[in-house]
């Protein structure tokens, strides 16, 4: 089974709470709050970027949009990576990284179309999906941190043949 993740953009609002949700679950230290006051700290494993506003005629364009690893069936970030520090987990397809084998050559972030990899202390971090979250009962949810806190439903994971569109 492959998990993936789906971001719809034109349904972000650009709250931040992804981003805290991911760093209360992975323990992270923290980001301060947006726009970034100071200097922030830590690695980020989900971003958002603000787009706009662009005034046009008569219109007004602006968009926020969550940057995360799109766990890509043939991640090109995997083959990049020099010292095999990155993997797909068989079970649930979903991109893991092994720290330990990480010398922080940055060629994964090179690889990747959507710059998911982050690099904190020397070594990558990458969104996993909340795997461990994914490990509980069929009677817990099993979704992701920022799909479980995300007010306005724009963040989905689910397995690929699953996926809201």
């Not at 949009?65 to 520090?85: F, G, K, R, V, Y």
């Not at 959507?114 to 909340?130: E, M, N, S, T, W």
């Amino acid at each position: 089974m492959q998990w993936s993740v789906h971001v719809d953009r034109d349904r972000c609002i650009g709250c931040y709470a992804c981003i805290v949700a991911c760093k209360l679950e992975h323990n992270l230290p923290p980001y301060p709050a947006y726009p970034p006051v100071g200097n922030p700290t830590g690695p980020a494993l989900i971003r958002v970027r603000h787009v706009g506003p662009v005034v046009g005629a008569d219109t007004v364009v602006q968009y926020f949009e969550p940057i995360l690893c799109m766990h890509c069936p043939d991640a090109p970030c995997i083959p990049a990576c020099p010292q095999s520090a990155l993997y797909k987990d068989h079970e649930t397809g979903i991109t893991l990284v092994n720290r330990d084998e990480c010398t922080g050559c940055e060629s994964c972030f090179d690889a990747c179309p959507y710059r998911a990899p982050q690099f904190y202390d020397g070594k990558v971090y990458l969104c996993d999906l909340c795997i461990q979250r994914l490990a509980g009962s069929e009677r817990e949810p099993r979704n992701t941190a920022c799909e479980a806190i995300c007010p306005a439903r724009a963040i989905h994971s689910r397995p690929a043949s699953g996926m809201v569109e």
